[in-house]
């Protein structure tokens, strides 16, 4: 009856955890936009621009943190967005919510996750992200396209697509996008079998100790 009532629990925890209307889905990478000549290319200002990251442990405690971009373009075309790229550099992982000092602190997560039990930085140092393609739309949230583009993590390629805000102008370009990506889809597969033994009953660890698959993603760019 116990194992019975932690398979229920389990199950119904982890749908709510993963119900979330920003997930995207991770499909074969596709064909890089290409640049005419006639297209606008602007820079990405690596110092205004970087990735902000939300992870969780699977009953609630959540961890987040930031990366630095080290490279990016926007080409603009007439006045839409028709390709872009851009790179992060993975050594720069920082977390913002541990403290500085203690058993567990800013440091030992930052280590953990560029060791190879996450993200494996020593090999892969950087993600890059390309568009492949992009749709001008209109909803309720404010969000003005709808892009595309092959997400390489660990050097794994795959295509996603998500809602963004994108305001070009004189003063530049801006833009800003919120998603959620399921980590196992780029080899990312730190607790896997914790998790499965977690939903089977089978409790091995401490409950805090489980790591969630979706990992939020919010990427800024101001581009010259």
Not at 51 to 68: M, P, S, V, Y
Not at 180 to 191: C, E, F, K, P, Q
């Amino acid at each position: 009856m116990k194992k019975v009532f932690l398979i229920g629990f389990a199950a119904v925890l982890f749908a709510a955890c993963s119900s979330n209307t920003n997930q995207v889905a991770a499909t074969e990478a596709g064909e890089v936009a290409q640049v005419e000549e006639t297209a606008l290319t602007l820079n990405i200002d690596t110092q205004q621009s970087g990735i902000e990251w939300l992870g969780a442990k699977f009953l609630g405690k959540t961890h987040n943190g930031t990366i630095n971009l080290s490279g990016g373009t926007v080409s603009i075309e007439d006045g839409k967005v028709v390709a872009g790229d851009f790179t992060a550099d993975m050594n720069t992982i920082k977390n913002l919510d541990l403290p500085a000092e203690g058993e567990y602190n800013q440091e030992k997560l930052e280590g953990h996750l560029k060791s190879d039990h996450f993200f494996d930085v020593a090999k892969f140092p950087t993600s890059t992200f390309h568009i492949t393609s992009v749709e001008v739309v209109q909803d309720d949230s404010g969000n003005t396209h709808k892009i595309s583009g092959n997400l390489t993590i660990k050097g794994v390629a795959k295509q996603v697509t998500f809602p963004a805000k994108v305001d070009f102008s004189e003063n530049g370009f801006k833009a800003s996008a919120t998603f959620v990506i399921n980590r196992l889809d780029w080899g990312v597969t730190y607790d896997e079998e914790g998790i499965k033994n977690f939903l089977d009953g089978v409790v091995k660890k401490g409950k805090d100790d489980f790591v969630k698959n979706e990992l939020e993603i919010k990427v800024n760019l101001v581009a010259h």
